[in-house]
């Protein structure tokens, strides 16, 4: 099993900046990657960014790109979502999610981090 632990939500104001983290622990000689995806009340779950550990590739949503910035750090086994101009419609749970190796399937997930952008 792969363990993911996100912290760094908060409350911010519109346009204002956050960053969260994800620390991965267990069988991380398994994953693949991370991602970070985000649910608001009402609505489905949706990607929002995520990092290969060996090649650093990123991909990120429509959404996100050019405001929000995923890296790593494989020596922490740390991943990190830098937010800036952040909207109120950011306001989510967000999750940290394991890419497995073998599947590349989303297998692991956090238990999320709340963020709350105020208008």
């Known amino acids: 099993q792969v363990q993911l632990v996100e912290s760094g939500g908060g409350l911010v104001q519109a346009g204002g900046s956050l960053r969260l983290s994800c620390a991965a622990s267990?069988?991380?000689?398994?994953?693949?990657?991370l991602g970070w995806f985000r649910q608001a009340p009402g609505k489905e779950r949706e990607f929002v960014a995520a990092?290969?550990?060996?090649?650093?590739?990123?991909a990120y949503a429509d959404s996100v790109k050019d405001r929000f910035t995923i890296s790593r750090d494989n020596a922490k086994k740390m991943v990190y979502l830098q937010m800036n101009s952040l909207k109120p419609e950011d306001t989510a749970v967000y999750y940290c999610?394991?890419?497995?190796?073998?599947?590349?399937?989303?297998?692991?997930w956090g238990q999320g981090t709340q963020v709350t952008v105020s208008s």
């Open positions: 267990g069988r991380t000689f398994s994953s693949y990657g």
């Open positions: 999610a394991n890419k497995a190796a073998t599947t590349r399937q989303y297998d692991y």
């Open positions: 990092i290969n550990w060996s090649s650093g590739n990123t």
